[in-house]
């Protein structure tokens, strides 16, 4: 008998400022299989800021997870007790971010750095939750880039029971770099990645990092339990339909692209409704719809076109499929 595939097998990262409530809502769309993540929600804005605001999701996401940033053992169970309490069906801790804003505060990719730190939030979450506790890391960081190193690493954390690494192929550079250069020039190693599949073998391990195709993904799965993609999702986000015929090992029914943003335009009215967000908070996520399309640069204009922020979300629909269907010349508007 074939087993199971990993739930962990095809996911979207996340993503700071990209990976809402309404991006997912809208990668649901696309694929009614693979796993979602949140953005990075620190401890600290859970216990000092508005839950709701940070929390709240929509029932279509499922499975989503909670990506938690923080590093403090009774505030990450807190986190996490908090986010089992909302629904979401895994809690993750991010020791993979670069940002001086996350170094600051002593989580992400430093943590990295103190592995026993790591182990004791996951054992602080697991106890508190009965949800899977994951971990998303780097291959290093700065300096402690060896393959010793990310082993010893995972070890580490797996001996306090996570079971489940997602694991960005390349070096975190702390010392100066950007987080988009950390995004770019640190190198690709997968290999490091296949390795600590191989020596760990018990556990899921899912690569991250680089990924721009579904051929690329089914190279990687030759090695490796999962991969999560990341902006190339956000980018170019059709490539999730092929997802879910994947994840089932039959063939899938496609959307078109007009059913997924005429659902989308229900979900502006829905929000707008619910909780008075306007539609353009809504559709920057949806941009890379029609990319590489006949008209969709216009199209995207209109959905980006600030003077038609007083218009009905059906309305801005009128014309941006107006505009997708001429496929040529400048919207006046």
């Not at 990295?112 to 971990?135: F, H, Q």
């Not at 690709?188 to 991250?208: A, C, E, G, I, S």
């Not at 979900?267 to 399309?293: K, V």
């Amino acid at each position: 008998m074939t087993p199971p595939l990993s739930p962990w097998r095809l996911s979207v990262a996340p993503m700071m400022d990209w990976t809402n409530r309404h991006c997912r809502f809208f990668h649901r769309l696309l694929s009614q299989r693979a796993r979602l993540y949140t953005e990075m929600v620190t401890t600290g804005a859970l216990r000092h800021g508005s839950v709701s605001r940070h929390l709240r999701m929509n029932d279509e996401e499922h499975p989503v997870a909670l990506q938690l940033g923080g590093s403090e053992p009774e505030e990450l169970a807190y986190a996490a007790r908090l986010g089992q309490a909302w629904g979401y069906d895994e809690i993750n801790l991010n020791c993979g971010c670069p940002s001086e804003r996350v170094q600051r505060g002593a989580f992400g990719a430093c943590l990295m750095l103190e592995p026993d730190t790591v182990a004791d939030g996951v054992k602080a979450m697991r106890d508190a939750v009965t949800i899977p506790v994951t971990v998303k890391h780097r291959i290093g960081v700065d300096e402690q880039a060896s393959y010793g190193f990310v082993r010893d690493f995972v070890g580490r954390v797996s001996e306090a029971g996570c079971e489940v690494f997602v694991v960005h192929a390349r070096a975190a550079w702390l010392k100066g770099l950007s987080p988009k250069q950390n995004r770019e020039v640190p190198p690709l190693q997968y290999p490091m990645v296949y390795r600590l599949k191989q020596d760990f073998p018990h556990l899921t391990v899912v690569l991250n990092g680089g990924v721009t195709n579904n051929d690329q993904i089914d190279q990687h799965l030759q090695h490796v339990d999962g991969v999560m993609v990341g902006r190339e999702a956000y980018y170019h986000p059709w490539l999730l339909t092929e997802w879910d015929t994947r994840l089932s090992g039959q063939a899938q029914p496609v959307p078109t692209p007009e059913a997924v943003e005429a659902a989308m335009v229900a979900y502006m009215q829905r929000a707008q409704a619910q909780d008075g967000c306007p539609w353009y908070a809504i559709a920057r996520h949806m941009l890379g719809l029609h990319h590489g399309q006949r008209g969709g640069r216009l199209w995207r204009q209109v959905w980006s076109n600030h003077k038609l922020k007083p218009m009905a979300p059906t309305e801005v629909l009128g014309l941006a499929r107006a505009a997708l269907a001429r496929g040529a010349g400048v919207l006046a508007v």
